[in-house]
C-alpha cells in the first residue's frame, strides 16, 4: 500500500550528533516532523523512521507487532551509531516505549533519552479484555489527533486494530520490567491535559528508572500530541538545550545540509 502523504520517514543528514525520533501507535512520522526538522536546521543528524504497519491503513497493523516495529527503531538507531558518535533517542507516547526499551538494551550507546507523553500501560478494561475481544472484534475507534491546537493533524488511523494493541500491550510489560536498566539521562515532557494516556504512566516512569539526570517538565497548553500543539517550540527547544548540555559542540558541523 502506498503510504498517505504527509506521513513519510524523514532523515537528515548532519553533523556527528544524531537524534532517533520514534512516533507512536497507529500514528506516523507526520507527528514528529516539524521537531526533526527544527533539530536537522540546527546541524543535527536526524532520522525519523516509519513504523511497520503504519502510515497506510489500519487493517495493515493487523499483520505487525511490537518486534516489528522494535526491529524498526533498532536498525535506525544502530545506523546512527555507525554515523554519529553521540545519539539521543527522543518518543512520543509508544515511541516512547521503543525508546526506553532502546535504553535498558543498548545502555551507553543511547547518550541521553527525550520522551513526551509516554504510554507504558493499557489502561482499564481494555487491558483484561484485548486478549479474548480482538479475536471477535477487528478494530475500534481510534486515538488520533489529541491536539488542542485547531487545524493540526498527525495523519494517524481512524481505528486501533485490536491485534496490534494486543501486541503493544505485550510491549509495555516488557517495558516496565526494565525500566531499572534505563541510566541515561532523562527528559520527560508530559501535558496536564492528555486524553489519551494519563499522568500514571510518566509517573511510573520516572519513579522506576536508575536515571540520576533526570527532569520533568509540565506543558500546560497541550494535549496528547504535544509535539504539533500548543507547546511545541518550548518541547523543541528543551530538548535541543537538553541535547547541547550532554554534547557540548552540537551544531559546529552539517548545518547546509539537505
Not at 16 to 23: A, R
Not at 45 to 56: A, R, W
Not at 83 to 88: G, L, Y
Amino acid at each position: 500500500m502506498p503510504v498517505l502523504p504527509g506521513a513519510e520517514p524523514f532523515r537528515h543528514e548532519g553533523g556527528d550528533v544524531g537524534v532517533l525520533l520514534c512516533h507512536g501507535f497507529t500514528g506516523s512520522p507526520r507527528s514528529l516532523r516539524p521537531w526533526g526538522e527544527y533539530l536537522a536546521d540546527r546541524g543535527l543528524t536526524v532520522s525519523l523512521p516509519l513504523l511497520p504497519g503504519h502510515g497506510t491503513r489500519w487493517q495493515d497493523m493487523q499483520l505487525t507487532g511490537w518486534q516489528d516495529w522494535y526491529a524498526c527503531v533498532d536498525l535506525a538507531f544502530s545506523e546512527l551509531r555507525e554515523r554519529c558518535e553521540r545519539v539521543f533517542v527522543f518518543g512520543l507516547s509508544m515511541g516512547g516505549a521503543l525508546s526506553l526499551r532502546l535504553a535498558a538494551k543498548h545502555g551507553a550507546e543511547v547518550d541521553g533519552l527525550v520522551l513526551v507523553n509516554p504510554a507504558v500501560r493499557v489502561h482499564g478494561a481494555a487491558a483484561h479484555a484485548l486478549p479474548v475481544v480482538r479475536h471477535l472484534v477487528p478494530s475500534t475507534k481510534g486515538l488520533v489527533n489529541d491536539i488542542a491546537k485547531g487545524g493540526a493533524d498527525e495523519i494517524g488511523y481512524p481505528r486501533v486494530p485490536l491485534h496490534a494493541a494486543h501486541s503493544m500491550r505485550r510491549l509495555f510489560a516488557l517495558v516496565d520490567g526494565s525500566l531499572p536498566r534505563v541510566t541515561q539521562p532523562l527528559l520527560l515532557l508530559r501535558s496536564r491535559q492528555d486524553h489519551v494516556v494519563p499522568p500514571w504512566d510518566a509517573q511510573r516512569v520516572l519513579s522506576r528508572v536508575s536515571s540520576t539526570d533526570v527532569r520533568e517538565v509540565v506543558l500546560e497548553q497541550s494535549y496528547h500530541v504535544a509535539t504539533l500543539d500548543h507547546d511545541a517550540e518550548r518541547i523543541f527547544e528543551e530538548a535541543a538545550a537538553f541535547v547541547a548540555r550532554i554534547a557540548p559542540g552540537v551544531g559546529q558541523k552539517g548545518r547546509t545540509g539537505g
